[in-house]
């Protein structure tokens, strides 16, 4: 931080002078309250960075079972779904030197594991309704046309292929943590690394001056086009590899047969995530509407197919939803959560593994016959 100070010209001319923060909740919470003075850069589509507030002391597990091992200082997003995780010191903490880059790299890791995209919803609008914001607006900066459920799948598979920011941010950034940031950022080709200086001055009374400089964009320039934001999609190719070679004659069964209805009735697409998975989208109501996706997580090994309510909300209307619900077959565990999406506007991901579907005969022509009945009623080839 340098001691020059910088000068204010209205009717005359005001010196303000560097300030240290006071304490590290003080500069946690301008962050909070201030998310622009990170935004640097620009969109996939050439539109300015703008980072929205996921939480505050954001939780981060270990397991799948476990409550949070560590707290991240702030995840926030943007309009892409780009995760950008924040770690917040001052100068006078010596561990702004080597030890906050194992705690990030830690954060990073397991947030990619262990954040589902429900979580991060769920965390979001918490975040809205403890800072008085509407639902409403803070979804207006993010969504587009896409329904909140269809965001955080986005910011989910974004994750999980490593497609992330991470931002040291500090008053003062020593040397070892800019060597550290620029090389850590030549090496990750999917995540981008940044150290941020903010240097703030003070004048009389209220008046602040925040400075940030950037540290690493030289090193991010640098990266390969190729190698940036790039990830495979799951073809039906590999579904079917994995549907082979790991789930048994019935379950495979009820598998193929819904990939097969999607591909002849709707279309698929594959996701991005390091597990295999693929979307249904079908023609409804003269949009392509996604009704499921189908995934095949590695750790654990289990088979899950999910609805995606909140997607069907936004298109169709609830009382499609809870019409789609209802025309849907009984089965004991996707039931219980079809209660809990009537009580709250069906918004959510009901799942069921494929095990389930499997121990209930004639469950996937149910299945079929529902989406036929959403769909209007138009003839299958399946």
Partial sequence: MTDQPVFVLGSDLQALEPAAFKTEEEFQ????????????????????????????????????ESGPAYWL????????????LVEVKRASDTRIRREVVGQMLDYAANGARYWPGPLLQRSFEETCVADGRSLEEAYGELLGDRSPEEFWTTVEERLAAGQMRLLFVADRIPLELRAIVEFLNRQMRQTDVYAVELTQYRG????????????????????????????????????????????????????????????????????????????AYYPVAGRQVPIWTLSLYDTPAKEE??????????????????????????????????????????????????????????????????????????ETSA
């Fill in 204 to 279: 009389d009374g209220d008046l602040r001056v925040l400075v940030p400089r950037i540290h690493g964009e030289v090193a991010t320039a640098a990266k390969s086009p190729s190698g940036r934001r790039t990830t495979q999609r799951t073809t039906r190719a590999d579904m079917d590899a994995v549907l082979r070679t790991r789930l048994a004659p019935e379950p495979r069964r009820t598998a193929t047969a819904l990939l097969d209805h999607a591909a002849s009735q709707g279309r698929l697409e594959g996701g991005t995530a390091k597990y295999p998975s693929m979307s």
């Fill in 29 to 64: 919470e301008l962050l909070a309250l201030h998310p622009r003075v990170l935004d640097f850069g620009s969109l996939t589509d050439g539109q300015p960075l703008r980072l929205v507030l996921v939480a505050r002391e954001m939780g981060v597990p270990t397991s799948a």
């Fill in 305 to 378: 197919l999910a609805f995606n309510f909140g997607s069907i909300t936004h298109h169709l209307g609830r009382d499609r939803a809870a019409a789609f619900a209802g025309s849907l077959p009984t089965v004991y565990e996707l039931e219980k959560k079809l209660e809990m999406q009537r009580e709250k506007g069906y918004k959510g991901w009901p799942s069921v593994p494929l095990s389930a579907l499997v121990a209930e005969s004639g469950t996937v022509e149910g299945i079929l016959a529902a989406i036929q009945e959403l769909m209007g009623g138009q």
């Fill in 73 to 84: 200082d702030h995840l926030f997003v943007d309009t892409d779904g780009v995760p950008t």
